[in-house]
């Protein structure tokens, strides 16, 4: 039982450059989120699915795209990084928004 | 913006002692959550504690609410090394979104 896989575990980007991260669930989950976690601010919800076909922007939506079009995927893109985009990034998943989050181990992303 | 802030920022004992780490928050929440983090690697869920309780236990952890604070309490008895990680919490206040805390290090020395 994997839980919630991010992939890739590391990358190095250099500006301007793009890039999808793919997260996938095996616990038929409906919601699906993607954080960032940067040194001293917690974690930022950057966008987030409550179902299949469904995407919603968090609190740091730009720059970054997503999309939901099978139910235990989650993509999130960079179409144009930018060093301020150097991050940890995490997924999490949950049946329902009121119940606990899984999370992935994170994709750290540097980008140069 | 942060909901919830831990204090303290980080948290240093020896083997065998108790780790009290608190959360204050801002708003009318439905649900106070507490995630574990272990170095590089993704958070881990530990307790959840619904607006209408003050209290729950779970091993030995102790989680406290207080609404009128708006404050809650993550105790753990009798800290083990393998407790060292940081420790979040997550208010639940608006639909569909949790919104996390900056977190306590805490660090338990054998």
């Known amino acids: 039982n994997a839980g919630v896989t991010q992939t890739p575990k590391f990358r190095v980007l250099k500006t301007g450059q793009s890039m999808t991260l793919l997260c996938a669930q095996d616990?038929?989950?409906?919601?699906m989120y993607w954080y960032r976690q940067d040194p001293g601010m917690g974690l930022r919800l950057i966008h987030y699915?409550?179902?299949?076909?469904?995407?919603a922007k968090g609190e740091v939506p730009d720059g970054y795209n997503v999309s939901r079009l099978k139910k235990q995927n989650f993509l999130l893109g960079l179409e144009s990084a930018a060093p301020s985009q150097t991050s940890v990034y995490f997924c999490?998943?949950?049946?329902?928004?009121?119940?606990?989050?899984?999370f992935g181990d994170g994709t750290r992303l540097s980008i140069l | 913006s942060q909901q919830g802030e831990e204090d303290p920022q980080a948290l240093s004992i020896q083997e065998g002692e108790n780790a009290t780490m608190n959360c204050s928050y801002k708003t009318s929440i439905n649900n106070l959550q507490w995630y574990r983090q272990n170095s590089g690697r993704g958070l881990v869920h530990l307790i959840l504690i619904r607006s209408n309780e003050r209290e729950k236990h779970s091993g030995r952890l102790r989680v406290t609410l207080d609404t009128s604070k708006k404050s809650s309490s993550l105790l753990i008895t009798a800290s083990r090394a393998a407790d060292t990680a940081s420790y979040f919490c997550?208010?639940?206040?608006?639909?569909?979104?949790?919104?996390f805390g900056t977190g306590t290090r805490l660090l338990v020395s054998p």
């Open positions: 997550a208010t639940d206040a608006s639909f569909q979104k949790l919104v």
């Open positions: 616990m038929n989950h409906e919601y």
């Open positions: 699915s409550v179902g299949e076909g469904t995407t």
């Open positions: 999490a998943s949950s049946s329902d928004r009121a119940q606990p989050q899984h």
